[in-house]
């Protein structure tokens, strides 16, 4: 009897604490501090659809949209349009310099970047290449999907990402000193929800094959 209510009392004790740092999480998640001058982008996940849907507002006002193909079950290639329904990017899962099934991000005809996903058991993390298979960047996420950071490779920081937990919303912010187009950054920041969103539909393994490099 008494050997029952020790397990008891330490299965209660193990679920407060979960339930604690839940909690904790949740309200610590979504706020993270400026490290300096930057624009601002807020990304709104269209939640109800079986493609990725994302209105991307900077600085308060309407600025683009990205979405998915319904018609795409394995991976889920991104399209940026303007506000008049233009195309003027492009990131998918494909053949390309670097990597097997890594993104390439495309503005207008233009290869801008390529992103390699990265072994990493506590969070997601990206090797960012330009057209000239140079390592330009680095970016990581952590293991709950709130807080990302982009750094170049002096070690600065150019872009960061952070939303709430349990909550598929999440703001962009670039700054002054990032040396990529804007376009890109969001497309690498929109790549990386398409492949968390993915892998967590899929029970854990990552979509786009991700590279020990």
């Known amino acids: 009897m008494m050997k029952r209510i ?7 004790a193990v679920v407060i604490i979960i339930a604690v740092v839940a909690v904790v999480a949740f309200i610590t998640s979504g706020n993270s501090e ?16 079986l493609s990725t849907k994302i209105d ?4 308060g006002e309407d600025f683009v949209k990205v979405r998915g193909n319904l018609f795409r079950f394995i991976t889920d290639p991104l399209t940026m349009y303007d506000l008049e329904d233009n195309k003027i990017a492009y990131a998918g899962d494909a053949y390309h310099f670097i990597a097997q099934d890594s993104h390439s991000i495309n503005v207008g005809d233009t290869v801008t ?8 058991f506590f969070g997601e993390s990206y090797d960012i290449y ?10 990581s996420f952590n293991m709950f999907n ?15 990402f952070y939303s709430k937990l349990f909550f598929n919303d999440f703001t962009v912010r670039i700054y002054e000193d ?3 187009d804007e376009n890109t950054v969001l497309m690498i920041f929109c790549s990386y929800y398409s492949d968390q969103k993915a892998d967590s539909s899929s029970g854990g393994s990552s979509s786009s094959n991700k590279s020990s490099k």
């Open 6 to 12: 020790g397990r008891n009392f330490i299965v209660l």
């Open 34 to 49: 400026a490290k300096g001058p930057h624009t601002e982008y807020q990304c709104d996940v269209k939640s109800i659809s």
């Open 56 to 59: 991307i507002d900077k600085e």
């Open 113 to 120: 970047a390529e992103m390699v996903g990265l072994v990493d």
């Open 130 to 139: 330009n057209a000239d298979e140079e390592q330009v960047a680095e970016v």
């Open 146 to 160: 709130t807080k990302g950071e982009m750094y170049d490779m002096d070690g600065n920081i150019i872009a960061d």
């Open 178 to 180: 990032c040396e990529l």
